[in-house]
């Protein structure tokens, strides 16, 4: 009797909790870069991490990297881990990017993640605005971040004089105006 009171103890405890999912016992999870993160270079590394439990272990690996005009994948074969750590490392193309992880176990399951990513080009930056008198020196600061360097440099002063040192121009203005110099 007292096991029959304890089998069906047993089952109610069961019943009472949800049902798992047997994909609970693999998982893949991009942790960065974030979901819909912008770019301004376009060399990236991407870091996943595959986890197993319960008994299951990870023996396949793949990613697929999807852009505007193509597309380029990878996979491999892991011995029998529970968990695996790894890197993609891209260069990626304008506009958006889709990066999509799989890893299956020996006992057949399957675990996906996948984010998109946005590349934006270079970006430069002219610090302004910037004010002075007719005949008065005015120093530029500006920076530059992404790309491919080493980059090229062309201040335009708004006033058809252009300079193309790296940093710090100085520009002497002929006219008392407003101008919005551009990198």
Same mark, same amino acid.
């Given at each position: 009797m007292k096991m029959l009171l304890a089998f069906f103890t047993m089952i109610s405890l069961l019943a009472s909790y949800p049902v798992f999912s047997a994909d609970l016992g693999v998982d893949v999870? %991009?942790? /960065?870069?974030?979901?819909?993160?912008?770019?301004?270079?376009?060399?990236? +590394? %991407?870091y996943c *991490?595959?986890? +197993? =439990? =319960?008994? &299951?272990?990870?023996? @396949?690996? /793949?990613?697929?990297? *999807?852009?505007?005009?193509?597309? @380029?994948?990878? +996979?491999? !074969?892991? &011995?029998?881990?529970?968990? #695996?750590? $790894?890197? *993609?490392? %891209? +260069?990626?193309?304008?506009d958006w990017n889709i990066i999509e992880v799989k890893v299956k176990s020996n006992r057949g399951l399957v675990a996906s993640d996948e984010i998109t990513i946005y590349y934006d080009g270079p970006l430069a930056i002219a610090d302004g605005p910037y004010e002075g008198k007719a005949g008065e020196e005015i120093k530029f600061y500006g920076s530059a971040y992404g790309?491919? !360097?080493?980059?090229?440099?062309?201040?335009? $002063?708004?006033?058809?004089? =252009?300079? #193309?040192?790296?940093?710090?121009? *100085?520009?002497?203005?002929?006219?008392e105006t407003i101008r919005l110099s551009s990198l």
């Open positions: 999870e %991009i942790k /960065e870069p974030e979901d819909g993160a912008v770019f301004h270079q376009r060399n990236v +590394s %991407i *991490i595959a986890t +197993s =439990c =319960c008994g &299951d272990r990870l023996v @396949y690996w /793949e990613w697929k990297w *999807i852009w505007n005009n193509g597309s @380029y994948n990878e +996979s491999g !074969k892991l &011995d029998f881990l529970t968990k #695996y750590e $790894f890197y *993609i490392n %891209i +260069s990626l193309y304008p790309g491919k !360097k080493p980059y090229t440099w062309k201040w335009d $002063f708004g006033d058809g004089a =252009c300079a #193309y040192e790296k940093m710090l121009p *100085i520009h002497i203005s002929r006219k």
